[in-house]
């Protein structure tokens, strides 16, 4: 028998390291470890969206439709109450045209890589940034024909992807100069001519909204380039200041311009495989015909609830409502996050703008920091390395999952504390 081989680029990834590496160890008691590894945050979802799930599963008619393919754009419903959700609540001047609905916003991503860029063009990340983009860009950008070698970036076969640093070690802070950011970017772009320039704001892993001079510029340099500028709005509900002004930037104006949405507006939603993309016609289009081949639908079910929740939630003023008591309950759990690192730890941490996550200075490999605080105080954590090289002395902490138990955070920090406090004896 001839066994079949897996596909190279398969193959390749048993070389790469793995985004988040670190699992429960043996010996571990899984019930008494506290983790800030994990990445979603404990609001309970709106009781009407919950509601609207239910009408649709009691009424057999209703039922039935849950159960038919949409257009792979998303039904136009679906896509008329995001585009009205957006203009009203996020201030972006879009129409349903503009939107794309997707299983998630990991898979729209894929889609957008797959509709915007060729197999072996280079994509410009940050550092430190999502630890899911690398591997989705080695899957999205495959060529394999063209296997190149990384320098300062890391390869994905027949791709580059060249990191710009916005960390910056020695003084602790978040892009503290953005011009000095640009002008970098610039010799990146030189370099490697990329297609895409991909970020999140406010930022996984360190809590930080990207300001509007850094990324106006940014948007000048993609309009001249012939680039694509891709923000992860992942977080866009829970920013605790002002909305930037590129926030509001229509797609229409700026074709350069994507955004992509994950579920995490309404709540812990992120398991019902929902999301969406905004960005010029054009740009959407594109994105439908890559997602027939991936998916040929986004969920029937979830859009209908979405569509029957955002008509009732948005004029009615709910919503708002509800984005606001979360909003301020993610905030108090970031302040709290703050104080129990500074009464416990005195660790170096970034304030979060935003976000459910900040990253914390540990002074050490964080892989190994991370080990041994699993091991010994039964609490986990993300280790920097996972997200770029500038968090190498780093972890990150989610404090999302605390949003309803201070308590546990604290308790968290305060164990961490005692245990370093003893082997530092
Ligand atoms: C920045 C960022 N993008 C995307 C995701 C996942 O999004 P989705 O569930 O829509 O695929 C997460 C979840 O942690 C995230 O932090």
Redesign the pocket.
Known sequence: MKKPVLSRVVQEQARVRTPLGQSIEAGVDPAKVISFAS??ADHESPALLMAKYAEICADRKLFHSSGGYTEPLGDMACREALAEFERREMGVDVSAENVAVGL??????HNALVALCDPGEDVVLFDPT?A?YYIQMVFALTDPCLVKEAGVTRSVPGAEVAYLPVLDVEQWRYMPEPSKALARLEELCKVHNPRMLLF?SPD?PTGQVVKDKFVGGALELCEERGMFLVI?M??EAQLFGDAPKYYSLSPEEHPSLVT?H???VFGHS?GR?F?WLVGSKEVVEAVGKVQHATALCPDALHQMAMTSYLRASVPDGSLRKYLSESRELTRKAADAAAEAIDKHLGMRHLKPDGGIYTVMDVGMDSEQFVADALRNASVLFAPGKAFGNTLERAVRVSYGPFVNDHAKLEEGFERLGKHLSKKGK
């Open positions: 990445a979603w998630g916003s990991t898979q729209i991503l999502y899911n999140q996984n992860n992942a977080y992509i994950p579920n995490n992120l495989r999301g």
